[in-house]
Nanobody
Framework: QVQLVESGGGLVQAGGSLRLSCAAS????????MGWFRQAPGKGRDIVAS????????YYADSVKGRFTISRDNAKNTVYLQMDSLKPEDTAVYYC???????????????????WGQGTQVTVSS
């Protein structure tokens, strides 16, 4: 089992920044590819960004390219999502997820992820 705990959400004005963190425990963190997903009210849970086991591979949804940056620190068992130039449409609950991987790939398919955090709310005001 992998336990994931997100933090860093909150209320921010449009154009501002937030940094989300996801702390993992329970298994060898570097064996897992990691992803950030988000779910807005009344909508499905969509990929935001993902990162491979050793940070060599990343994936970003088109809507966040150039504004968000995913990174990980395997020594701290933590994955981050730096969110800059935030827009009201970024408002959602953000979830961290993990998938055990034998490759360095970053995965963007939600169904591949077997472990999820509880989510953290991000609200961007206009």
């Amino acid at each position: 089992q992998v336990q994931l705990v997100e933090s860093g959400g909150g209320l921010v004005q449009a154009g501002g920044s937030l940094r989300l963190s996801c702390a993992a425990s329970g298994r060898t963190f570097s064996d897992y590819a990691m992803g950030w997903f988000r779910q807005a009210p009344g909508k499905g849970r969509d990929i935001v960004a993902s990162i491979g086991r050793s940070s060599g591979s990343t994936y970003y949804a088109d809507s966040v390219k150039g504004r968000f940056t995913i990174s990980r620190d395997n020594a701290k068992n933590t994955v981050y999502l730096q969110m800059d130039s935030l827009k009201p449409e970024d408002t959602a609950v953000y979830y961290c997820a993990a998938v055990r991987s034998d490759s360095g790939r970053a995965y963007y398919t939600k169904s591949m992820y077997g472990y999820w955090g509880q989510g953290t709310q991000v609200t961007v005001s206009s």
